[in-house]
Structure formats: structure tokens, C-alpha cells
């Protein structure tokens, strides 16, 4: 796609039958590659996002975008406005602890590539996304985690922050104190459900996604949702699409979620419909869905978008050229 300079655009309509090969999207334009002479689909620059803090993170990642940068540094810098809200309680420094009062952090990045960096149980750093994308950019590992990936954050010199901030200890203590019982069990605590995961094209035509959060507030100590793990809380493949997923990880965990949705997209399934099949495989595999929410979003290489989610309620963020705006999921469980 390193001709797109040289393109000449036609318009779908007139050269329709030229790209019986390509799926339709709603407002396509077709593009002459000059080095190629072949047709192709114009990339359409487009970022969706989990949840209403989407919304900021988009505008951050459509500046990159529209200055003609990455997707990968797109949804970088896009889920970094999330990450440095303190207001925010379920993504970065000013996330929810674990039960024992330790704000850990997780996030995995991804790109057209297929390079992948993640960080798993870290504490004490600021963007945790940064430090998932040193992992990818310089070691030759994907996954950190724990101590592990605070000494490479450390050694890398990204920011610190110290965890809990003030008003999260207090609830925390205050949670703590009515929650006896359950602080002893390892059961999930369903109180916060605002992972940010986002995806994005760019003008080149390549795909890249992100995802980062502290989890499920008053987790147990030592637990990871899938929100770091690749293939389940994030996966890209550039030749298909790209999908991410919130809610209650354990779940997303146990279908691959978001490599499950990707692999559906590359059967023809549109974003919307293998969301929708992702959902109903774990609503399939749980006998009890009781505070089960689960939600996917899907992006495929075209820019044709969906979401859906297990219950009312999930809803994304969506930035075009033309549009800035949340979106309804849809969702299965209509009768309750
Ligand atoms: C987790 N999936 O840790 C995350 C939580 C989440 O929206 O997405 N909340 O299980």
C-alpha cells in the first residue's frame, strides 16, 4: 500500500464489477493501485473503543492517524489518555486494588505485523500500554509480568506512579470493611466492568489494537483477566481484522475470545455477526450467566465495524472522518 500517493479514486458504482473479490462496505471508494495497476479498497481511517472514555481516546488516536501515523501509534496514544485519567477506576493509576489493596495493571498491544508486546500484574507504572509495547519493541518476548515487567519498566525509566491514589485506598478500605465474607472467598467481585480496548486502521490499510486495565476491582491477589493475554483480550490479524473484548475475563479467557471473533471474520462473518457468535459460545459454555457481561468489538480490514455484547448496556466509541460518537452494542439477553 506504499503507493497510495499515486492512487487515482473511482467510485464503487462505476467499477463495481472490477472487485468482485473485495466485500462491500457501506461507502466504499475503490482505488487503481499505480504500481500495481490492480484494484483495491481505499483504506478508510476509522478507531473504535470500549466504553464512553472512548470517546477521548479516539480524538487522541485520530491525531495520529490524520497526521498520517500508524495505527499501532494510534491506539498507543489513544488509550494513554485513558490510562492518565485518575478519575478513571477500572484503567490505570487511578484503577481499583486487588484485595490486598495492590493496583496491578494489565495491557497487551498489537500490530499489522502481528508483533505483540503485553504486561501482566504491574504495579506502580503509569502507562502500562508503553511498557507492552517495549516489551514488543525491545526484547523478544511478548509477556511480562509481576516484578518482571516492573524491573524492565524500571530499567526503561517509564514513568512511575504511586498506587492506590487517596480516594481509591478509602474505598478500598471502606469496601474491605463490608465485605468480611467475601474478602476471604475467591469469588469475582462485580463492580467495575471499563476496560479500554481500542482498534484502529490507518491510511496504509494496516490494523492495530490495544488494551489496558486494573481489572476487576478486589480481585484476588495474583489474578489476570484477559484483557493482557493475546487471542483473548486483543487480537489482530491484518489480513482479516481486528477484535477486543471487556467484561469479565475468566469467561473471554475460556473461548479465546477476540482470536475466536477474528477467526469468524475470516470465515465472512461481518464484525457485528462474529461478535455475536463469540457471545453466544459463552453463553453456550456457562450454565450460570448471572452477572456474566461480556463484550466484543470487531473492526475488519475494510473499516466495517461492530459490537455485542452479552447483556443491555456495553456500548463503544466510535471516530471517523465524519463521525465522533458512542454506539449501542446489541446485545443477547434481551428478555432480562
Ligand atoms: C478483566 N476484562 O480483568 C477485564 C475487566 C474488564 O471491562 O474488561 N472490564 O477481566
Excluded at 168 to 174: A, I, M, P
Excluded at 250 to 264: C, F, K, M, P, Q
Aim: with cysteine; glycine share 10%.
Amino acid at each position: 500500500m506504499s503507493d497510495l500517493k499515486r492512487r487515482t479514486f473511482f467510485k464503487l458504482g462505476l467499477f463495481g464489477a472490477a472487485i468482485s473479490l473485495v466485500k462491500p462496505s457501506k461507502a466504499v471508494e475503490i482505488i487503481s493501485d499505480a504500481s500495481t495497476k490492480k484494484f483495491v479498497i481505499a483504506p478508510k481511517k476509522i478507531v473504535i473503543s470500549t466504553w464512553n472514555h472512548g470517546i477521548a481516546a479516539n480524538r487522541a488516536a485520530w491525531e495520529v492517524l490524520s497526521s498520517k501515523g500508524t495505527a499501532l501509534d494510534a491506539v498507543e496514544k489513544g488509550v494513554k489518555i485513558t490510562e492518565s485519567d485518575m478519575s478513571n477506576r477500572s484503567v490505570g493509576g487511578g484503577g481499583r486494588p486487588d484485595r490486598s489493596g495492590h493496583v496491578t495493571l494489565d495491557a497487551c498491544i498489537m500490530d499489522e505485523k502481528s508483533r505483540c508486546g503485553a504486561v501482566a500484574y504491574l504495579e506502580g507504572i503509569k502507562h502500562p500500554i508503553s511498557v507492552a509495547r517495549g516489551v514488543m519493541d525491545r526484547t523478544q518476548h511478548v509477556m511480562l509480568v509481576g516484578d518482571g515487567a516492573r524491573d524492565f519498566a524500571l530499567d526503561y525509566e517509564y514513568e512511575k506512579i504511586k498506587t492506590p491514589i487517596k480516594e481509591v485506598k478509602k474505598d478500598w478500605k471502606k469496601w474491605k470493611k463490608e465485605n468480611k465474607e467475601l474478602f476471604k472467598k475467591p469469588e469475582i467481585n462485580h463492580e467495575n466492568h471499563d476496560t479500554i480496548g481500542m482498534l484502529a486502521l490507518d491510511a496504509f490499510g494496516n490494523l492495530s489494537g490495544a488494551c489496558t486495565t486494573s481489572g476487576w476491582a478486589y480481585k484476588m491477589p495474583g489474578r489476570v483477566g484477559d484483557s493482557p493475554i493475546i487471542g483473548a483480550g486483543l487480537f489482530i490479524d491484518n489480513e482479516v481484522g481486528a477484535a477486543c473484548a471487556t467484561g469479565m475475563g475468566e469467561a473471554i479467557i475460556r473461548i479465546a475470545g477476540s482470536h475466536t471473533v477474528v477467526e469468524l471474520m475470516r470465515q465472512g462473518k461481518s464484525p457485528e455477526e462474529a461478535c455475536k457468535l463469540a457471545v453466544e459460545r459463552i453463553i453456550a459454555k456457562h450454565d450460570d450467566l448471572t452477572n456474566l457481561q461480556c463484550g466484543f468489538i470487531a473492526l475488519d480490514k475494510y473499516g466495517n465495524y461492530g459490537g455485542y455484547s452479552v447483556y443491555k448496556g456495553f456500548n463503544y466509541a466510535l471516530k471517523t472522518e465524519n463521525r465522533d460518537e458512542m454506539v449501542d452494542a446489541k446485545y443477547n439477553r434481551s428478555w432480562e
